[in-house]
Nanobody, 119 residues
């Protein structure tokens, strides 16, 4: 099954920054929305940010003003710039695509990339 490939995670101090990348397994220009999700230990996976085919973005309240989602359509790549990181941002981050409105994540889940924010 095809799945995105995430990269760019690591260990960072509180207040630091990371830039995550997601290589999508197919052209993203026709996908309804591409999103970044995260799953912290003992918690359910949650949507963090989304970019729609027209370029509109959405962020969960906890990351507004700190995270920025963007994309390179030519390279079928989606990015998540994370600034002012907090310990509560620690999680495995995944990307996925929603092929049509309300369809939910359409790709198989990849391995994700671990983000750890700690002193």
């Amino acid at each position: 099954q095809v799945q995105p490939v995430e990269s760019g995670g690591g260990l960072v101090l509180p207040g630091g920054s990371l830039r995550l990348s997601c290589a999508a397994p197919r052209r993203i220009f026709s996908i309804y929305a591409m999103g970044w999700y995260r799953q912290a230990p003992g918690k359910q996976r949650e949507l963090v940010a989304r970019i729609y085919s027209g370029g509109t973005t959405y962020y969960v309240d906890s990351v507004k003003g700190r995270f920025t989602i963007s994309r390179d359509i030519a390279k079928n790549t989606v990015f998540l710039q994370m600034n002012s990181l907090k310990p509560e941002d620690t999680a495995v981050y995944y990307c996925n695509g929603e092929f049509s409105r309300g369809a939910g994540p359409g790709f198989s889940w990849g391995q994700g990339t671990q983000v750890t924010v700690s002193l």
